[in-house]
């Protein structure tokens, strides 16, 4: 069993830049950061209600009972706190976004490592199962000694693709972290 990509280490910081660049969640603070106005304000109530309950309530108390300049203001003051509400969440998203891109490096790693140490010890297996071999037409090995080390290498076989396996789902979900499975099945961003 061959594995064509393994890689030596994953660049953390090349992953967390992919995921910035990619992930459509943050795409979407971004959006609705620049696109910030009086006349977006329930846009803004809605998302950032959805982002954390609570946090995106319209106070309209006495609204009907203002003069429209103080309605105005009103609207204007409400404007520079959502702003600053989107800003707040937007950092924090892309703060949980890096923690998230680097756990998956950090588990992909660790399953490529268990990989590397599966293919040592199955070569380790196969060049003693050879040795077996080469010993028992001088030495007498018995055919039960190399049906049992065939077992092992069988079994380190195994254990070797479930490793490949594990690896190979760690960077499924390192892609995901990253934003990558649907960038590589052809969604961009807009203007992107």
């Known amino acids: 069993m061959q594995f064509v990509e393994m890689p030596e ?5 090349a992953a967390v830049e992919r995921a910035l660049e990619r ?21 803004l ?12 309530t319209a106070s309209s ?10 309605a105005d203001r009103a609207q204007q003051c409400e404007l520079q706190s959502r702003r600053r509400q989107i800003s707040e969440l937007a950092d924090s998203s892309r ?4 923690q998230e891109v ?11 490592a268990a990989v590397r140490l599966a293919v040592g010890r199955r070569d380790d297996l196969r060049a003693s199962l050879a040795s077996l071999e080469k010993k028992r037409e001088a ?7 190399l049906h049992a080390a065939r077992l092992t290498c069988i079994d380190a076989e195994i254990d070797l693709l479930h490793r490949a396996i594990e690896w190979k789902i760690a960077i499924v979900r390192l892609k ?3 934003g990558a499975l649907a960038w590589e099945c052809g969604y961009r961003l807009p203007g992107r």
């Open 45 to 56: 109530r809605g998302a950032l209600q959805a982002a954390q309950p609570g946090l995106g």
């Open 9 to 13: 280490r994953i660049d953390a910081d």
């Open 176 to 178: 995901a972290a990253e």
């Open 139 to 145: 030495d007498g090995v018995t055919s039960f000694d």
């Open 23 to 43: 992930r459509g969640d943050l795409a979407a603070l971004v959006a609705l950061e620049s696109a910030a106005g009086v006349e977006t304000l329930p846009a």
């Open 61 to 70: 108390a006495g609204r009907h009972v203002l003069g429209k300049s103080l």
């Open 102 to 112: 680097r756990q998956a490096v950090s588990a992909a790693e660790t399953a490529l």
């Open 95 to 98: 703060r949980q976004v890096e």
